[in-house]
C-alpha cells in the first residue's frame, strides 16, 4: 500500500458505496463482536473474539479511510464511524443483529466469513490497486476466522443436546437474514462494470458451497427459505442499528468537533 | 488446548511430593537455592508454605487481571475513535492474556484453573481493590493506563525476579506489556488535556478519583503488613510497599506537570532533606472498606464474572461432550 498504489479517484458513486458497505460490514460486526471482550465462557474465547473483533476493525479502518478518499468530500475513518446516521450505513442487516448468546455469535462469524473470504479472494485482482492491497491483507485474517468459527459451530451443533439446541435457533434465527447478502445493487453494477469487485449475487452459489458441508458437519438443518429480505446494505435497518450508533458515537456527538 | 487448559493433572509425575515438607536436606538445598538467587521449579521440592503463599499470590494476581478486564472494557464499544477502540480493545485483552500467563504459572504449583476460578467466583479469593472503583468518563480509560497500569508494573517489576521460576518469567512478558499500556494511557490523556476545556475538566475528574485508590495499590504500611518478613526470605517479595508507593509518587508528580493536571493531595510536595515527595494521609479506611467488599462496584464485577461462567456452562460442556464423541469415533474408526 504505497502512496503510489493508493486510487484515490472512484469509477463511479456505486464504487465508493461498494468499498463503504464492506468497511461497514467490518465495523459493525467487529463492534458486536467486542462486545464478549471480558464476557466469554472461557478465557480463551475472551481471547479469540477479540482477536478476530480487532481484526474487523482493522478492516474498517481500512476500507473507510479508502471509501472517504475515493469520495473526496473530506470525511476520514472517523467522520464515517461516528458522524453518519443509520440509512447512511450499508452494511448487511446481519452485522448489526445482537450477539444474543455465543451460539448464534460464532455461526454469524462463520456464515458472514465464508462471504467475506470469497469477497477477498475476487478483490485481490480488482482494478482498484488500494482495495485490491486491503484484500491481500484481510484474506488471511477471514480464514482464521472462518476456520475458528466453523470449528465452533460444529462443536456446538454436535456437544450437547442443549448446545444442539441453541445452535439450531441460532442458524433458524440468521438465516433469512443472509438472503441479503446476494439482492442485486446499482452499487454492484457500477463496481463490477470498473472492474473494482464482484457483483455480489454471483456468489451465492459459492457461498452455499462452503456454508452447506460446515451445517452437514454440525448437523444442523438448512431453515425453510422464507420471502423475507432485509435491507441494511440499501440504507434501510433493523431496530438494533440505532442503539448500537447511539452507544458506539456518543463521545464524538456530545463533543462535536473535539480530537482524541 | 482448551479442554486440558480447564483442568490440568495435579502434579508433576517427576517432582518430589511436596507432602514430604520435613526433609532437613531438600530444605537445606531449597534455602541455598533462594539464597544464591536461583529460581525454584516446578520439579524442585519446595516447603509447602512457600508454595501456598505462591499459590495465593499468584492466582490473586490472575484473578486482578480477569476482573481488571471488566472496568476498561465498560469503554470498548464507546471508544471515541476507531484508532482508540483499537487500542484499548487490544489492551483488554492482553489483560486476559496475562491472566492466563499467571494461572498457567500457578497450575506448575498443583492447582487446576477450574478450582481457582471457583474460589474468585464464590467470593473466597481476592483480587485488586483498584478494579472495584467505576470507569465514569473516557479519561478513567487513559487515567488507569497511566496510573493503575503505572502502580503495577512498580509492584511487578522486582517480581521479575522473584524465586519462583514460572512466575518470574511470566512477570518479564506481562511487565514489557504493562509498560506499553502504561504509555498508551499517558498519550491518550496528552491529547484529551490539548483538547477542549471539557475534555481538560473529563481528566481532572479522573485523576480525582483514582489518585488515592492507585497509591493504596502498594498496600498496607510497611508497619502493618503481614506475611513480609517471611515473604522476603523466600525472594517472593524484594521491595517494601512503602519503598514502592515513594517510588511510584516521585515518577508520577513529575509526569503529571508535563500533563498539567494537579494530584488531588495538598499535601504533596518536595522534601529536599529525604530527596522525596512528601504526601498527605492515606484513608485506609477506604482501603479496608474496599477490600472487605464495601466498594462501589465489588458486587457487581464479581457478578459479571459469575454472568460469564454461569452463562458460558453448556459452552464448556458442548466442547468437551465434542471432544470426547471425537475421540470415540476415532477409536472405533481406528
Ligand atoms: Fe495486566
Ligand atoms: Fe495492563
Known amino acids: 500500500m504505497t502512496e503510489m498504489a493508493q486510487q484515490t479517484t472512484a469509477t463511479s458513486p456505486g464504487h465508493v458505496e461498494y468499498v463503504m458497505r464492506m468497511g461497514d460490514n467490518a465495523l459493525i460486526l467487529g463492534q458486536r463482536t467486542a462486545e464478549w471482550c471480558g464476557h466469554s465462557p472461557v478465557l480463551e474465547e475472551d481471547m479469540a473474539l477479540a482477536n478476530m473483533a480487532l481484526d474487523l476493525i482493522g478492516q474498517a479502518r481500512m476500507l473507510l479511510t479508502h471509501a472517504g478518499r475515493l469520495e473526496g468530500r473530506g470525511r476520514d475513518e472517523d467522520a464515517l464511524a461516528f458522524q453518519r446516521n443509520e440509512p447512511a450505513f450499508r452494511n448487511l442487516t446481519l452485522c448489526e443483529l445482537p450477539n444474543e448468546d455465543f451460539a448464534r455469535t460464532m455461526l454469524r462469524i462463520a456464515l458472514f466469513s465464508r462471504f467475506q473470504l470469497l469477497l477477498w479472494e475476487r478483490l485481490l485482482s480488482s482494478t482498484d490497486s488500494e482495495l485490491a492491497a486491503i484484500a491481500a491483507k484481510s484474506i488471511k485474517e477471514a480464514r482464521y476466522h472462518a476456520q475458528h468459527s466453523g470449528d465452533w459451530v460444529v462443536r456446538l451443533g454436535d456437544g450437547t443436546e442443549e448446545s444442539h439446541r441453541r445452535a439450531q435457533a441460532a442458524l433458524d434465527y440468521l438465516w433469512p437474514y443472509t438472503a441479503e447478502f446476494f439482492i442485486p445493487s446499482a452499487a454492484d453494477e457500477a463496481a463490477a462494470e470498473a472492474g473494482v469487485g464482484p457483483l455480489w449475487s454471483t456468489l451465492e452459489a459459492d457461498w452455499e458451497a462452503a456454508v452447506r458441508p460446515l451445517l452437514e458437519e454440525a448437523m444442523l438443518s438448512l431453515p425453510a427459505p422464507v420471502p423475507f429480505r432485509s435491507q441494511g446494505k440499501f440504507g434501510r435497518h433493523s431496530e438494533h442499528m440505532g442503539h448500537l450508533l447511539a452507544e458506539m458515537q456518543y463521545l464524538q456527538r456530545i463533543h462535536p468537533g473535539a480530537r482524541w | ?334
Open chain 2, 1 to 334: 488446548m482448551y479442554t486440558q487448559a480447564l483442568d490440568l493433572p495435579q502434579q508433576n509425575p517427576e517432582g518430589r511430593p511436596p507432602s514430604l515438607a520435613e526433609n532437613p536436606a531438600w530444605q537445606a538445598e531449597f534455602d541455598a537455592k533462594i539464597d544464591a538467587g536461583g529460581f525454584i521449579e516446578p520439579k524442585d521440592w519446595m516447603p509447602e508454605a512457600y508454595r501456598k503463599t505462591l499459590v495465593r499470590q499468584i492466582s490473586q494476581h490472575a484473578h486482578s487481571e480477569i476482573v481488571g478486564m471488566l472496568p476498561e472494557g465498560n469503554w470498548i464499544s464507546r471508544a471515541p475513535t476507531l484508532k482508540r477502540k483499537a487500542i484499548l480493545l487490544a489492551k483488554v485483552q492482553d489483560e486476559g492474556g496475562h491472566g492466563l500467563y499467571l494461572y498457567a504459572a500457578a497450575e506448575t504449583l498443583g492447582v487446576s484453573r477450574d478450582k481457582l476460578t471457583d474460589a474468585l467466583l464464590s467470593g473466597r479469593a481476592k483480587y485488586s481493590s483498584i478494579f472495584n472503583y467505576p470507569t465514569l468518563s473516557w479519561a478513567d480509560v487513559g487515567v488507569i493506563g497511566w496510573l493503575v497500569d503505572g502502580a503495577a508494573i512498580m509492584n511487578q517489576i522486582p517480581l521479575c525476579k522473584c524465586s519462583y521460576g514460572p512466575y518470574a518469567r511470566a512477570m518479564v512478558r506481562i511487565c514489557k506489556e504493562e509498560s506499553f499500556h502504561q504509555r498508551q494511557g499517558f498519550d491518550a490523556l496528552l491529547q484529551l488535556m490539548q483538547g477542549t476545556e471539557a475534555q481538560r475538566e473529563m481528566v481532572q475528574d479522573a485523576v480525582n478519583r483514582w489518585w488515592w485508590p492507585s497509591i493504596m495499590m502498594f498496600g498496607p504500611h510497611d508497619s502493618d503488613s503481614t506475611h513480609t518478613g517471611q515473604n522476603t526470605r523466600w525472594g517472593i517479595k524484594r521491595i517494601s510497599n512503602d519503598d514502592l508507593r515513594q517510588k511510584f509518587i516521585d515518577a508520577t508528580v513529575k509526569q503529571a506537570e508535563v500533563l498539567g493536571v494537579t494530584l488531588p493531595d495538598p499535601e504533596l510536595k518536595w522534601n529536599e532533606q529525604r530527596g522525596h515527595y512528601d504526601f498527605g494521609r492515606i484513608d485506609w479506611e477506604e482501603f479496608w472498606n474496599v477490600v472487605n467488599g464495601h466498594g462501589q462496584c465489588n458486587v457487581d464485577r464479581l457478578a459479571a464474572r459469575r454472568k460469564a461462567w454461569d452463562d458460558g456452562a453448556w459452552v464448556r460442556e458442548a466442547a468437551m461432550a465434542h471432544a470426547d464423541k471425537a475421540a470415540r469415533r476415532a477409536q472405533a474408526a481406528a
